[in-house]
């Protein structure tokens, strides 16, 4: 679907569900401790994936929602951008500027992100723990910017996730590091249709 979710709580297709069985055959032998989810059914569904078999409950939180679209959500990206260049322009290039009419801002989006990571990543109930949070698209790119580049100013610069990608990031001693970013390699061509910048970095910040 060609169209900005946002917010909108939809079910994902049926392109989707044969993309989770795949995370969900790359998970089966992982140990997870614990997991968050966006509330969203997307999201949510992607969690179930990953945990199956695992009787782990998952924690619906709102800090990795994804950005809420304003007056543009369940609309045709390629039509809502056509009409509206301005917003294409920040979008593709200056996208930690962007905010629809109505909706939340995407510097916005970076910090509430970053408040619930860090608040999961440094609780001391969680130290040695290997925790699972399923999230959105905007609201993964300004996670791994942050991580990355410590600005949200370097936005345009991070790639985005494809759906299903796995990251995998660290944390010891006030020290995150990104062992991987964006890896979809769980998925056959046919369901990898974005060509994926894999990234194998570690920052300290």
């Not at 100013?153 to 759906?163: F, I, K, V």
């Given at each position: 679907m060609n169209i900005f979710q946002g917010?909108?709580?939809?079910?994902?297709?049926?392109?989707?569900?044969k993309q989770l069985s795949f995370l969900e055959a790359r998970?089966?032998?992982?140990?997870?401790?614990?997991?968050?989810?966006?509330?969203?059914?997307?999201?949510?569904?992607?969690?179930?994936?990953?945990?199956?078999?695992k009787n782990i409950e998952i924690?619906?939180?709102e800090s990795f929602i994804e950005i809420h679209a304003g007056k543009i959500e369940n609309e045709n990206i390629e039509k809502v951008f056509a009409l509206d260049p301005i917003l294409a322009d920040i979008w593709?290039?200056?996208?930690?500027?962007?905010?629809a009419d109505c909706g939340e801002a995407m510097r916005e989006v970076y910090n509430r992100v970053w408040k619930g990571f860090e608040k999961i990543a440094t609780s001391p109930e969680n130290d040695r723990k290997t925790i699972l949070i399923a999230s959105h698209g905007a609201a993964i790119r300004c996670l791994i910017c942050r991580l990355l580049f410590g600005s949200i100013?370097?936005?345009?610069?991070?790639?985005?996730?494809?759906?299903t990608a796995v990251s995998l990031i660290t944390y010891c001693d006030g020290v995150y590091k990104i062992e991987f970013a964006n890896d979809a390699s769980h998925l056959p061509k046919e369901y990898n249709r974005n060509k994926l910048r894999i990234l194998s970095v570690k920052n300290e910040e």
């Open positions: 917010t909108t709580d939809l079910d994902i297709s049926t392109f989707g569900e998970f089966k032998d992982i140990h997870i401790d614990k997991a968050y989810s966006s509330p969203l059914t997307r999201a949510y569904k992607t969690a179930l994936a990953a945990t199956k078999g924690v619906k939180d593709h290039n200056r996208p930690q500027d962007f905010k100013e370097r936005l345009a610069e991070t790639p985005w996730s494809l759906n």
